[in-house]
């Protein structure tokens, strides 16, 4: 499975970016597509999660915020994000779990200054 994310980029505090993920090749095996993020100096945290029956999980950090969706062609997932804030800053990765294995799209920047 290959992952391909976009998106990513400069925005200023209350505004929105939409991050989109694809995923290549045995996409049929995959059970959970999700993102992640890794700000400077801390540890890659879960973000939110999208499961193969349609549920969803978010971190508290972002509840109310942002929003996990799985696009028609089901190996794309969506996160939509409103109403960023600075601690929002990070790289965001695409991750996907199919039985015995993670992976990992290459990330994307999201940068929230003014």
């Known amino acids: 499975v290959q992952l391909q994310a976009f998106g990513g980029g400069l925005v200023q505090p209350g505004e929105s970016l939409r991050l989109s993920c694809a995923a290549f090749?045995?996409?049929?095996?995959?059970?959970?597509m999700g993102w992640f993020r890794q700000a400077p100096g801390k540890q890659r945290e879960l973000v939110a999660v999208f499961t193969l029956t349609g549920v969803t999980n978010l971190a508290d950090s972002v509840k109310g915020r942002f929003t996990i969706s799985r696009g028609n062609a089901k190996n794309t997932v969506y996160l939509q994000m409103n109403s960023l804030k600075a601690e929002d800053t990070a790289i965001y990765y695409c991750?996907?779990?199919?039985?015995?294995?993670?992976?990992w799209g290459k990330g994307t920047l999201v940068t929230v200054s003014s």
């Open positions: 090749g045995s996409t049929v095996s995959i059970n959970v």
């Open positions: 991750n996907a779990l199919t039985m015995g294995m993670s992976y």
